[in-house]
């Protein structure tokens, strides 16, 4: 057994199938001392319960392009991966509640989204089998009695009405320890629950109300910056650089200048970059509503000109996203390449990698037949498919070369936990200003 | 995704084909609340750090017959479960020494066991592949300088001569943060580790100069009988009977009698219990050293005229165990079948489970093509077979059941975490008395 072999994060099959790209290698070739970095950094920072991170690889660069603190699509992660989820959640809760028996699951609002049904049902089963009594404790308003959910399974979900009594949330008399939010407070920190003498994760300050995308990658800047350093590359490979404007009124044409003026800017630094490295695609942005979330408010934009030049329905798009909340701050990121396809299509695609504390658990793809390379992928007409355990490595009779089956899955396992630190301290700083 | 699909231990091939066992189906239906449980346990008694866990499963009955607290065999463990062996490995290294960075192995004193020297790789890979830097000591007199052993991968183990210096133990300049022992001290407690400012895991009080598997298998006893009236079943169903005599001498024939008056007492305890289920297999019963290890000082007892007929090869054979140790006390086990069996000459085959802090993390079978379904299996001439995750659930595109593939080896993983909760207590009881 070759050291090649041992792997940190699990060895997941890949869309990419030739030789390991310099980053993956270089990241391979320093498994120990970059655990070794993320335990010191875990010491200082602990990681969020939970998080997904959407990654995209271009070959010549590896980078996230959004942390959601809030993940859903555990039902699209593959059946193999839940002990390492059980273990994770396991190892988690007993840090953050030793005594705690009964786990209250507030989730989103939705009422006839069956795929966010079946991850909610996942994760209540990762919970339950991690040894926890878990409910759900809906704060939807038009939740006002108990109502069940059929699956896909043939199995029943249960959501019930979230009670409060003095400082205590419950439901049904079923008195929770911890509150663990699986809703992104996109609308807002929910009266019910505010100061509760419950622990809640991640806690409400991390909701979108109060989050921003630029204060993520801000805190992501300086993460990659110091773990480059720490392993000897340039911050870039593994870094989407971004800026902001300030207050923007899409609808109102408020702000058109900012965008354009930083657009500029933001491609003739992309540009810089990929002369040095003698990348001869052409750079692209992409402008997000900076409290975004759902795949909403999201565009891609080429040139200066094409800012300038939005047309009504585009200024539409970007002016509204989850719950009809207006836009007013727009983050622009360096667009990164997805040169990954999946299936006989060649459909474009990008992984997600999930994390439970600071744990890898598994990943899948978001795959989109209807768009391309520069595009955002999550949007209508997306689907997902799981990752398993590479194969060829898995086998005990296993002939080849331990060489020959790298874990090409690694390196994104390290770029997720780096965006999975900046949320950490994103989180930290978040909940000192609450203070 | 329904409920049997998820798994608090991993879903791992075994070699049983029919349906659930009773034992089997009862421990699946209870995931949650034996997790539960456990949880609460180990909040009393932290698991050690590491340990592997003999069964034998014999239909009607699942017991473990012999814990080992320094396991070897790392090497016969399949890659594929790196992750939950890393994951572990982090979680239980971030408890015990928070801001450890270095870790000595201390191994077994041997000096041409490849396959040793395999496992130790191993275990010094998973620390590694954890996040720290890893040496290792050999307490052995022989090794006064350093000595490199040829793995199989072609890669080179290395072997420092260990060296202290005032209160502190180090291999050339590298001084650890904790000392792992790999080695069961059945020689007594090494001088050079007496007393050391270092953190030695597992504690030294829990080799076999100090251990007795009588002590372990009382402290299973209270364990089985608190789990079993929890999830409700006959706690003889996961508890192999045992007794004990006092001192005995194999060569001198001294202490025959007691052996063959409790041999006659157990068989008829277990001959009714038997009777009780409507087993018609016969009774028979282990006779083993009380501190031995390495399968040696083993024989099966099938009768009270046996057990006063021994021959002097017999007595021989029981009369020294490990490093030419003197056996002085002896256990009688109930003996447990093994209804498994492994390839197509039905060699007899018994699963060995492995644990890292409170995690299932892998198992394999240990098989013997020469050994009879009533006889001890770890012997010259066992070979290993290591356990895969089970491939039928492992598909997402699996369009099968959920119940078609329920975890068989989860009820493994609960009576190796029993074995593991007893040496638990077992530990903390051997530390006290050190006190």
Same mark, same amino acid.
């Given at each position: ?19 390991? *790209?310099? /980053? ?5 070739? $320093? ?7 993320? +335990?010191?950094?875990? +010491? ?25 603190? #809030? ?18 959640? $396991? ?14 699951? &507030?989730?989103?609002?939705?009422? *006839? ?12 089963? /990762?919970?339950?089998?991690? !040894?926890?009594? &878990?409910? /759900? %404790? ?6 006002? =009695? ?22 205590? &949330?419950?439901?049904? !008399?079923? =008195? ?10 996109? %609308? ?9 003498? $419950? ?21 992501? $800047? ?36 900012? /965008? ?23 750079? #692209? ?22 800012? *300038? ?5 585009? +200024? ?46 598994? !990943? #899948? ?7 391309? +390379? ?50 950490? *301290? ?10």
């Amino acid at each position: 057994m070759s050291i090649e072999n041992l792997h940190a994060v699990p060895n997941l099959t890949t869309v990419l199938t030739g030789p390991l *790209r310099e /980053i993956e290698q270089h990241l391979l070739n $320093q498994q120990a001392s970059i655990e070794n970095w993320f +335990r010191n950094q875990w +010491r200082k920072t602990p990681a969020p319960f939970y998080a997904s991170v959407d990654l995209r690889n271009a070959g010549f660069k590896l980078a996230p392009v959004d942390t959601n603190l #809030f993940p859903a699509g555990f039902n699209n992660l593959n059946p193999a991966f839940m002990p390492l989820c059980i273990q994770a959640t $396991q190892s988690a809760l007993e840090q953050i509640c030793p005594d705690a028996n009964n786990v209250l699951i &507030v989730p989103e609002n939705h009422t *006839r989204n069956t795929a966010y049904f079946e991850s909610l049902a996942m994760l209540q089963n /990762i919970l339950s089998k991690a !040894g926890y009594t &878990v409910k /759900i %404790g809906s704060i939807n308003p038009e939740i006002t =009695e108990i109502q069940t959910q059929k699956l896909a399974s043939g199995d029943e979900l249960t959501l019930h009405p979230l009670t409060r009594i003095g400082n205590k &949330v419950s439901v049904e !008399g079923f =008195e929770p320890c911890l509150v663990l939010l699986n809703n992104d407070l996109s %609308g807002g920190t929910p009266e019910i629950l505010e100061n509760i003498d $419950q622990t809640i994760i991640p806690p409400m300050r991390s909701g979108w109300a109060h989050r921003l995308k630029s204060g993520h990658f801000g805190h992501y $800047q300086q993460v990659a910056e110091s773990f480059a350093e720490q392993i000897g590359i340039d911050s870039w490979l593994i870094n989407p650089l971004f800026t902001t404007c300030g207050e923007i009124n899409f609808m109102k044409r408020e702000g058109e200048d900012c /965008i354009a003026h930083n657009v500029g800017n933001l491609l003739k630094a992309i540009q810089a970059k990929y002369d040095q490295y003698g990348i001869e695609e052409k750079p #692209f942005i992409i402008v997000k509503a900076d409290a975004g979330t759902y795949g909403m408010g999201i565009m891609t934009i080429h040139s200066v000109e094409e800012a *300038r030049e939005l047309n009504r329905k585009q +200024r539409t798009k970007m002016s509204k996203i989850k719950g009809g909340q207006a836009v007013s701050k727009v983050i622009l990121q360096e667009g990164v390449y997805t040169f990954e396809s999946w299936g006989n299509e060649q459909a474009v695609a990008e992984p997600v990698v999930y994390m439970l504390d600071h744990f890898v658990v598994g !990943g #899948f793809y978001r795959v989109h037949t209807g768009r391309g +390379r520069t595009e955002n992928l999550n949007a209508p007409g997306m689907h997902f498919e799981p990752l398993a355990f590479a194969e060829p490595c898995n086998s005990p009779d296993e002939k080849m070369s331990p060489d020959a089956c790298p874990n090409r899955f690694y390196a994104y396992g390290v770029i997720a936990r780096l965006a999975l630190l900046a949320a950490a *301290r994103e989180i930290d700083e978040l909940k000192r200003s609450d203070a």
